[in-house]
Nanobody, 126 residues
């Protein structure tokens, strides 16, 4: 049973940083692709970043490249999303997701992920 628990969200001002954590259980990083998505009310869930299970390749949305960095701690079974230079348009609920079956061509699609955390709110004021 895969469980994902996000933490670290909050309210910050534009230009500041936050680090989100996703504590994972029931999976191994070599077998699962783990991703971050975000969602604002009325919009579809948007891909942010992921670590593909095969080879550990990191992939980022163009909107966050150079500002966000995903990492993992195997000993803690936790993945992180370091978010720097946050902007108001980054305001959203951020979700951690995992997939055992995502393939390369579908890895940025929300429907490729079967397991989801409860989400953590990130609010960036201008």
């Amino acid at each position: 049973q895969v469980q994902l628990v996000e933490s670290g969200g909050g309210l910050v001002q534009a230009g500041e940083s936050l680090r989100l954590s996703c504590a994972a259980s029931g999976l191994t990083f070599t077998s699962y692709t783990v991703a971050w998505f975000r969602q604002v009310p009325g919009k579809e869930r948007e891909f942010v970043a992921n670590r593909f299970r095969s080879g550990g390749y990191m992939n980022y949305a163009d909107s966050v490249k150079g500002r966000f960095t995903m990492s993992k701690d195997n000993a803690k079974s936790t993945v992180y999303l370091q978010m720097n230079n946050l902007q108001p348009e980054d305001t959203a609920v951020y979700y951690c997701a995992a997939s055992r079956t995502a393939i390369w061509s579908s890895q940025t699609r929300a429907d490729a992920y079967a397991d989801w955390g409860q989400g953590t709110q990130v609010t960036v004021s201008s």
